[in-house]
């Protein structure tokens, strides 16, 4: 048999080296567990039951749906992730994934996702979770993030809607106590966000991301955080004033937002002085505390108002 | 990410090539083999004594 030689940029477009763990890791498994985490918050909140099978599906749909954007929202970033140090080690930036090999990816899942919820879930979660993808991949990823500052706090809203879906996979319908579930993550985003953005500002600055430190300045930023860190920490105590949370809820979310405040107000303090960006970077941290704790919390007493009657 | 070469009509395959398709395989055989498991089971539980009430 005789042997041609053919450019190895060729051969690389056909043959894939890439493993089942590297579309793992294109789905974002991090931000995915904590879309199936408040969404079952959003699950044991709602009234009535449903069959443990279906709300294991609502939950695995959710989960994929969500994996689906990371992979979308990766394929579309591909670029600035090369540049940034956070992200320099994504799939398609290692080259590990090819751009087009990740589009498909999520494109099926999404489609697979959204039709499976809405087959053997219901139809209105189903719309819910494709309006969560196209939120995340168009509004967020493809218009909002290039092009304002402002745009996780819009884009927010795509990671406040897993605990809406949860709700509506129960129930069917929406009331207030799943928008309060969503207004606790759509506030928590930007204090979240911008104290990652205070101390990576160079970072956004490299891959011309209009984050909310580098149009406006670091001081504006910083009030601004403390601004929503206030908002937030009342809306965490609103599950309670409007009785679908017990009283101890209520008393752990105002000593956690007490706590978000104070972290809060220390940075909005500190200005520009600390180099090292310590009161930053615990913010950001205590802050991924901070949602997870509210949220178990909320389970928990959903789980304790349930057993009580 | 692949050193792949041609001969006439087929492309050879590097080892890492090859072991990354096979786990690639593997995963998507499991991951339908599941879909397949749960469609059925959800069947049951939607359909339930329901599947015996049907006209004859």
């Known amino acids: 048999m005789s042997v041609e030689s053919v450019p190895s940029s060729e051969s690389e477009a056909l043959i894939s080296s890439a493993e089942p763990r590297d579309y793992f890791q294109l789905m974002k498994p991090r931000v995915m567990y904590l879309v199936i985490f408040t969404a079952i918050v959003g699950m044991l909140v709602a009234p009535g039951g449903i069959n443990p099978l279906i709300g294991f599906i609502a939950i695995l749909c959710i989960s994929i749906g969500a994996g689906a954007s990371g992979a979308l929202n990766m394929w579309y970033d591909a670029d600035i992730d090369a540049i940034m140090a956070r992200t320099t080690k994504r799939p398609i930036p290692d080259g590990r994934i090819t751009p087009s090999e990740a589009f498909v990816f999520g494109l099926v899942l999404s489609i697979l996702s959204v039709m499976m919820l809405g087959v053997l879930v219901n139809w209105l979660s189903a719309f819910l979770l494709a309006f969560t993808i196209f939120f995340y991949i168009v509004i967020y990823t493809m218009w909002l993030k290039r092009s304002t500052p402002q745009n996780i706090v819009i884009g927010g809203a795509a990671g406040a809607f897993p605990p809406v879906i949860g709700w509506a996979a129960v129930t069917g319908n929406i009331s207030i106590e799943p928008i309060v579930l969503f207004a606790i993550i759509f506030l928590w985003t930007p204090p979240h966000f911008w104290a990652l953005a205070l101390f990576r500002q160079q970072d956004y600055e490299n891959a011309s991301i209009p984050m909310m430190p580098n149009v406006v300045g670091s001081k504006s930023t910083r009030l601004q955080t403390l601004i929503y860190s206030i908002v937030l920490a009342i809306s965490g105590v609103l599950p309670t004033i409007l009785g679908f949370a017990s009283l101890v809820y209520g008393v752990f979310a105002l000593a956690m937002g007490a706590r978000f405040c104070m972290l809060a107000y220390k940075v909005w303090r500190s200005g520009s002085v600390d180099n090292e960006h310590a009161h930053e970077k615990k913010l950001f941290g205590f802050s991924i505390i901070y949602l997870f704790a509210l949220f178990a919390a909320l389970g928990v007493d959903a789980i304790g108002m349930k057993v009580i009657g | ?56």
């Not at chain 2, 786990?23 to 049951?44: D, K």
């Open chain 2, 1 to 56: 990410m692949a050193e792949g070469k041609f001969t006439n009509q087929t492309v050879e395959m590097t080892d890492k090539q090859k072991k990354a398709q096979r786990a690639r395989n593997i995963a998507i055989a499991l991951a339908l083999g599941a879909v397949v498991v749960l469609l059925y089971f959800v069947t049951w539980s939607k359909l339930g004594a329901n599947i015996l009430q049907r006209p004859l």
